[in-house]
């Protein structure tokens, strides 16, 4: 099973500010087949990132995915007030899995 | 546009089978060739995959999980099931069905809005 490390765990910056999110794989993720996904209080996850810098339809293109092998990065170019969240990234190279969540919340 | 919804019993018993359905609307299971999948969130936790089905019935499952679980598809409905079974309250969590895409190894969306399933005597 690859094991996803998110980091940091919790975020603290201001809107209009840069976040950079990391998501450490504890072996390579084959084609790159990594995720991300925003997760709101009480609602599912939206995916924001496929094939780990494919944006999905409809999402802003403040949001940008980078990495491979064992290491990725979300980044948020200016946050936004609607952007402070949780995030989670997920390996699809094998037997699927998700990191334990990156909160970002306002300073 | 493509929406999933979860559906069952909110509260089950220690040592029982836990039993969820996923409708999908505004697209047919079985008409296009996609992969589609549960996966859970204990209360205030991150996220776990529980298994994949392909329309035709083919079953993929976490290791994990794999001796209790069983997913199954109705295209007569629009449906997929999931059973889990003799569960304990570490199975207390939100349920989201979701669709993956046309192979296996994918991401997944969209997801179901989600179900609160707590194992409680």
């Known amino acids: 099973e690859i094991v996803l490390t998110q980091s940091p765990a919790t975020l603290s910056l201001s809107p209009g500010e840069r976040a950079t999110l990391s998501c450490g794989a504890s072996?390579?993720?084959?084609?790159?087949?990594l995720a991300w996904y925003q997760q709101k209080p009480g609602l599912a996850p939206r995916l924001l990132i496929y094939?780990?810098?494919s944006r999905a339809t409809g999402i802003p293109d403040r949001f940008s995915g980078s990495g491979s092998g064992t290491d990725f990065t979300l980044t948020i170019s200016r946050l936004e007030p609607e952007d402070f969240a949780v995030y989670y990234c997920q390996q699809y190279g094998s037997s699927p899995t998700f990191g334990q969540g990156t909160r970002l919340e306002i300073k | 546009q493509l929406q999933l919804q979860e559906s069952g019993p909110g509260l089950v018993k220690p040592s029982e089978t836990l039993s969820l359905t996923c409708t999908v609307s505004g697209g047919s299971i079985s008409s296009s060739s996609y992969y589609w999948g549960w996966i859970r969130q204990p209360p205030g936790k991150g996220l776990e995959w529980i298994g994949s089905i392909y329309y035709s019935g083919s079953t993929y499952y976490n290791p994990s999980l794999k001796s209790r679980v069983t997913i199954s598809v109705d295209t007569s409905k629009n449906q997929f099931s999931l059973k889990l079974s003799s569960v304990t309250a570490a199975d207390t969590a939100v349920y989201y069905c979701?669709?993956?895409?046309?192979?296996?190894?994918?991401?997944?969306?969209?997801w179901g809005q989600g179900t609160l399933v707590t194992v409680s005597s």
């Open positions: 094939d780990a810098s």
């Open positions: 072996q390579s993720v084959s084609s790159s087949y």
């Open positions: 979701a669709r993956l895409r046309w192979e296996l190894l994918s991401w997944f969306d969209p």
